[in-house]
């Protein structure tokens, strides 16, 4: 009995030894892993963490490609202004360019006409002058003469009986004469419709008592604005007169020095009107004082210097 009970002793003794070195196996198994193995991952695992980029360089590079992005995009959007303010000047110098070269065309184009017309004698003016006649108008009469010039004289009545002699002589030489009124006074000669035609009827019955030449023409005082209304038109046309402006103004009797003449010759070069070009001026000593220069310009630019006739139109301020 008491032999059992050892062998059962020592059984359990065994079973307890066993026991403790499976629970040894174990516990240096487990340590073995969590050494070697758990802990080798986990540094590995913290090596690669070490080799990713930190976040805030990850932002900071981010930041910087951005900021190139757009700074690039910046640079062709300047060169692209620059190209395109370049392209838009280009096209505003080729547009002045053009337009400059059209305005040489047609200023060329003018000058050959003109050529033309100094070649052909086609460029015709007509001389006029007013307030005569005068003790100085056989000068004007002389000078015309030597430039082969005709002119038209619209003249005054008391000259006409103060200088009937000189009268005739304008017809002898081929001039054209017609009447300017009686008193020269606006207030009078524009009284009314009938002051107008009175004052034209009687110094054209004077002009034709002193040289027997009927004549139609007339020129009103300062020209017929604003003083010949459409009734004093209508009434004058109505006795048979034809009533003659100008459109080119010497203002000889303003420039006493001279200026005249080159006052003149500006408006006969811009001339631009579709009509004769039928020049003012007046008998008067500071005229014919400088009267040969404008003569001669006009001579040596081919104008043929002619009359007016009564089967022209006449040249009117008012149409």
Request: aromatic share 10%.
């Given at each position: 009995m008491r032999q059992s009970r050892v062998k059962k002793h020592e059984r359990k003794k065994k079973s307890l030894r066993e026991l403790?070195?499976?629970?040894?196996?174990?516990?240096?198994?487990?340590?073995?892993?969590?050494?070697?193995?758990?802990?080798?991952?986990?540094?590995?695992?913290?090596?690669?963490?070490?080799?990713?980029p930190d976040q805030s360089v990850l932002d900071t590079n981010s930041n910087e490609e951005e900021v190139d992005i757009e700074k690039q995009n910046s640079e062709d959007l300047t060169e692209a202004d620059v190209v395109e303010s370049e392209h838009t000047e280009e096209m505003l110098k080729s547009k002045k360019?053009?337009?400059k070269k059209l305005k040489?065309?047609?200023?060329?184009?003018?000058?050959?006409?003109?050529?033309?017309?100094?070649?052909?004698?086609?460029?015709?003016?007509?001389?006029?002058?007013?307030?005569?006649?005068r003790d100085i108008t056989m000068?004007?009469?002389?000078?015309?003469?030597?430039?082969?010039?005709?002119?038209?004289?619209?003249?005054?009545?008391?000259?006409?009986?103060?200088?009937?002699?000189?009268?005739?002589?304008?017809?002898?030489?081929g001039h054209s004469v017609g009447v300017h009124s009686v008193t020269h006074d606006k207030n009078k000669?524009?009284?009314?419709?009938k002051s107008i035609v009175n004052e034209m009827t009687v110094a054209k019955n004077?002009?034709?008592?002193?040289?027997?030449?009927?004549?139609?023409?007339?020129?009103?005082?300062y020209g017929s604005v604003p003083h010949m209304t459409p009734e004093y038109i209508l009434a004058v046309?109505?006795?048979?007169?034809?009533?003659?402006?100008?459109?080119?103004?010497?203002?000889d009797w303003k420039l006493g020095d001279g200026?005249?003449?080159?006052?003149?010759?500006?408006?006969?070069?811009?001339?631009?009107?579709?009509?004769?070009?039928?020049?003012?001026?007046?008998?008067?000593?500071?005229?014919?004082?400088?009267?040969?220069?404008?003569?001669?310009?006009?001579?040596?630019?081919?104008?043929?210097?002619l009359a007016i006739n009564e089967s022209m139109t006449p040249v009117q301020f008012i149409q």
């Open positions: 403790g070195v499976l629970v040894s196996v174990i516990f240096l198994t487990l340590s073995f892993y969590f050494i070697f193995v758990y802990d080798g991952s986990m540094n590995q695992a913290k090596g690669e963490s070490n080799k990713l360019e053009r337009e040489e065309d047609e200023s060329k184009k003018k000058k050959t006409v003109k050529k033309e017309q100094n070649t052909t004698g086609e460029k015709k003016v007509y001389l006029t002058f007013d307030d005569g006649p000068d004007i009469l002389n000078l015309l003469d030597e430039y082969n010039a005709k002119a038209t004289f619209f003249m005054l009545e008391p000259h006409m009986k103060q200088y009937p002699d000189v009268i005739n002589e304008m017809i002898k030489r000669v524009y009284a009314s419709s004077t002009l034709e008592e002193l040289t027997d030449v009927e004549s139609h023409l007339m020129r009103v005082p046309e109505n006795e048979g007169f034809i009533m003659w402006d100008w459109n080119i103004d010497s203002l200026s005249y003449v080159n006052h003149t010759i500006d408006q006969l070069e811009s001339f631009d009107k579709n009509e004769p070009m039928v020049i003012l001026m007046h008998d008067r000593k500071t005229t014919v004082k400088h009267l040969e220069k404008l003569l001669k310009y006009l001579q040596e630019n081919n104008y043929d210097m």
